[in-house]
Structure formats: structure tokens, C-alpha cells
């Protein structure tokens, strides 16, 4: 098949639709329910005060707001794929936003800017503080502001606003790659998200991993939790074909999302024999790099001790392999050449797990 032939065939796959909608026609939609923000986003997205009274400012002055991509499903609600922190903000200035309870978020308060520093901690219309509420004239001119919307119709390819949100929320986004997979995992299947959360959650495997707020914050443990069940039972010949890993993981968290037949049951009962194994055994030392010279475990979370000591741990134990002694291991993957020589700076994750993968799966197996 030729390019063009490719490129013609895939369109056929996306339905699109778009036109101006006014600020009103949006808060509208979202009172009586007809489109869905996923308030369990917010989470993860970041905006201060001063950013989100930026886009007031935005819209006070008229400069144009970039166009908020939805989703169309088969129920005619939309699921915003694009947009979300746009619309929240908004809606929470407007005193209309809920949280993932559907309790009703504290209204906005906005903070002076350059242009218009009499913004200072204005709000949309309090009874309680009218001096600092805006007047009827400004809430029509916020209220008949258009923004843009482009819809991808209940018609198109499944997949395709998946594709769109994670296209338009990684590189330059504010969220971590975690977080964006998050986020997709909610829309695929939010049972599977809060089975994963659980799985995060857990205490011997918090304790183990030792993480320090920011990559907490940034979701990196439910990235390791994810991890663990890709790459503990991966078949080795499969690694051969990496190329971008994040990317990998992404599809393959895609995948078993909507899998019925992946066994949660089995996996969480595999995660929780591997954590509190080296909880007894190692805990917050489990994935340190060992120093040689002063005989001991040092410094911080290495993502290259976590690739071979849990996935190798969870690959014997589920195939019922006896054990070797688990911290005599761990410290001694650091005098093999095997690991030191593919776990250094400057080796990328593409060329390091098709090679230390299976060397932690062998260094742990106790088959004598």
C-alpha cells in the first residue's frame, strides 16, 4: 500500500466535526452533565492561581483561546480529551465546578496581572463581597466569549482519542508520562486505574521503593507498579523489538486495560509475595546501589536494581523457582560485569532491559 493510500484509508477512520461555542453554551453543558472533564484529572494537572487567572485575562481581552478537543461517545456526552484545565478553570471561577465526589469546588479568586491588576482578588459574583464581584457587563463579556471545539465523532476509530490525548499531552505538557497514562487508563477503564492505585498504594511496596516527594507526586510509583506487570512475565524475544520504551509501556498498559482475561487476582497476589519478601528482607535498601568498598546499600531509588531485582524476583516466584539469598544477590549483581557494564549512564532503557531482564531472572534462581 502506498503512502497515499495510507494516509486516505486512516482518515476514513477519524470522524471530525468543529464550530465556535460560547463560553455560556460550555458551563451549560457541563451543568446538566453532557460533557464529562473526568474531575479525576485534576490531580494531576498543576495550575497555580496566577496561571488560571491568566486565562481569565485571556478571555477579558479578547486574545484567542487555543480550541478544547472532545470526544464524542456513544451516549452523545463528550469526554474532553484536550481542554480539561481550560474548562476547570472556568467553571471553578464560575463557582460551578465539582469535584470527583461531586463535591462543589471552592470558586476562584483571581490575582492582579500586568495588564489588569485590578483583578486582584476579584470573583464572579459573591453576595457576601460584592465590591470585589464582577459586574454584569464583564460576566456577558466572559459569558458570550467563544472558544473552539473539535470533535471527534462517535463514528471514528476507538482508539483515536487515546491517540489524540496522549499526542497532545506529552512533550511540552506539564504532566509526567505516568500522568498522561493515568489519565488514558481513566477513560479506558477506570476500575483498572483504581486497581492499579491500590497496587501503588501498597505499603511494603512504598517502603521498598523509597521515593522521594516530587516522583511521587508525579505518579512515578504507579508508573513502577505498571512496570512490574509488563516486564515481570515478558517473553524475552519480545524485548528484542523495543524501541521507545515509554511508548511500549503505554500500549501495553492499553492492551490489558481492556483485556478480560488478564487476572488481576493473580498479579496483585504476585506484587504483594514480591514486596513483602523484600520488605523482610531489604526494605528501603532494595533498590540502592551497593557499595562495594564499604560493604552497604547507598543513595537513592536506581530504576536499573528495580529491573532486576523485582522483575527477577517476580519471575521466579511465579514460576515456583527456589530462591537464592535475596540480599547476598542484590549486593552482588554489583561486582557482575553482566549488570555493571549495562546499567551505566548513557545506556538508554531500550538497550539495557533485553539484557539485564533476563540476567535477573537468572542471578535469583536458586536451581542448584
Known sequence: MSLIDEVNEKRKEIRTDGYAMSISEWASLYESKEIDIHPEFQRFYRWGDSQKTNLIESILLGIPIPPVFVSQRKDGIW?????????????????????????????????????????????????EDEDNSFSQELRLIIKRSKINVSIILKESDETAKYDLFQRLNTGGSDLSPQEVRNCILVMINRDFYTWL???????PFQECISLSDRPLKESYDLELALRFLIFTLIEEGELEQLSDVGIFITEKMRTIAVDDAFDTAMWENLFMQ???????????????????????????????????????????????????????TAAGIWSDLRYTEWSGSGITATRRLPRILPFGREVFNDGN
Not at 460551578?96 to 465526589?101: A, G, R, S
Not at 492505585?197 to 505499603?203: C, G
Not at 514486596?275 to 536499573?304: C, H, I
Open 197 to 203: 492505585q491500590r497496587l501503588a498504594s501498597y505499603e
Open 79 to 127: 469526554d474532553v480529551v484536550d481542554g480539561l484545565q481550560r474548562l476547570s478553570t472556568i467553571y471553578q471561577f464560575m463557582g460551578i465546578l465539582e469535584d470527583e465526589n461531586q463535591n462543589t469546588i471552592d470558586p476562584l479568586t483571581l490575582t492582579g496581572t500586568k495588564y489588569l491588576p485590578s483583578l486582584e482578588g476579584k470573583k464572579w459574583n459573591s453576595p
Open 274 to 328: 514480591t514486596f513483602d519478601l523484600l520488605q523482610n528482607e531489604l526494605n528501603e535498601e532494595s533498590f540502592k546501589r551497593y557499595n562495594v568498598s564499604k560493604q552497604k546499600f547507598t543513595g537513592g531509588f536506581l530504576l536499573s536494581q528495580f529491573e532486576v531485582v523485582a522483575y527477577g524476583l517476580g519471575y521466579n516466584l511465579a514460576n515456583r523457582n527456589k530462591l537464592k539469598k535475596i540480599p547476598d
